[in-house]
């Protein structure tokens, strides 16, 4: 249970975690797999939905395809899930003696 002014993470699925495997180790709790997992569904149906823009040829301001002021979402999604598989990888391989 959180306090007032306690910092807010992403916990999707740790309590299902903690209930279904209640000796989970770390790795299996942590938000950033699943933090990774999520942006990286975004970044796919991101990319997804750019192809059938690059495909029906859509157009913003004057003549400029719509894919490329669109290109942003996917990239910026697959860097996000790089981001937090790399902190994942990171808690998952560091010696618990040293943190």
């Given at each position: 249970m959180r306090g007032p002014g306690a910092n807010?993470?992403?916990t999707i699925g740790s309590d299902f975690a903690n209930a279904v495997v209640p000796t989970s180790p770390q790795s299996l709790?942590?938000?950033d797999l699943e933090a990774a997992a999520v942006s990286a569904v975004v970044a796919w149906h991101a990319w997804r939905?750019?192809?059938l823009e690059i495909e029906f040829e859509d157009q913003v301001l004057i003549d400029t395809p719509a894919w490329i002021a669109?290109?942003?979402v996917p990239l910026a999604f697959?860097?996000?899930s790089y981001?937090?598989?790399c902190l994942a990888a990171g808690r998952l391989f560091v010696d618990k003696d040293t943190a």
């Open positions: 807010t993470s992403i709790n942590d938000e939905y750019l192809q669109h290109l942003v697959a860097l996000i981001r937090f598989a």
